[in-house]
């Protein structure tokens, strides 16, 4: 059951910019993501936006993030990991930590849900594997 009152959509998306910042500038994932992303303004819109429905309930999200991971070329569970490593250190950034928990455990699902539909878009051939990670 969400709680309405674990966070604010200012907490949010202060952990969606710093989260973003730190992704961008990261020598493993910044070159993924700005290859991909034109508009940062509206991506980190769209991913507040995002991280409000999972967090606070408020159905603003209505996109299909499984669709824009699966058409990106080579991504590994490596990428995958790295992505969780840079959100469970902001995330123990933020001074809401009620918030942080929440969205570390929500972050692993996503990641681990992401990974395998990946898998199995790339390669429905193959039996996917979990993110030892997450």
């Not at 408020?58 to 996109?63: N, V």
Request: with cysteine.
């Amino acid at each position: 059951m969400l709680d309405l009152n674990l966070c604010t959509d200012e907490e949010i998306a202060r952990l969606v910019s710093a989260f973003y910042a730190r992704v961008r500038r990261d020598d493993k994932l910044g070159p993924i993501f700005e290859a991909h992303v034109d508009d940062w303004d509206s991506h980190l819109s769209k991913l507040t936006d995002f991280w409000s429905s999972i967090l606070r309930g408020t159905r603003r999200y209505g996109g299909t993030p499984m669709t824009r991971h699966a058409a990106l070329p080579d991504l590994d569970e490596t990428l995958f990991a790295r992505w969780l490593e840079l959100f469970d250190l902001t995330a123990g950034e933020q001074q809401n930590q009620a918030m942080a928990a929440r969205a570390r455990v929500m972050a692993r699902r996503i990641a681990q849900s992401l990974w395998l539909g990946y898998q199995m878009q790339r390669h429905p051939d193959r039996l996917a594997r979990e993110l030892p990670c997450a």
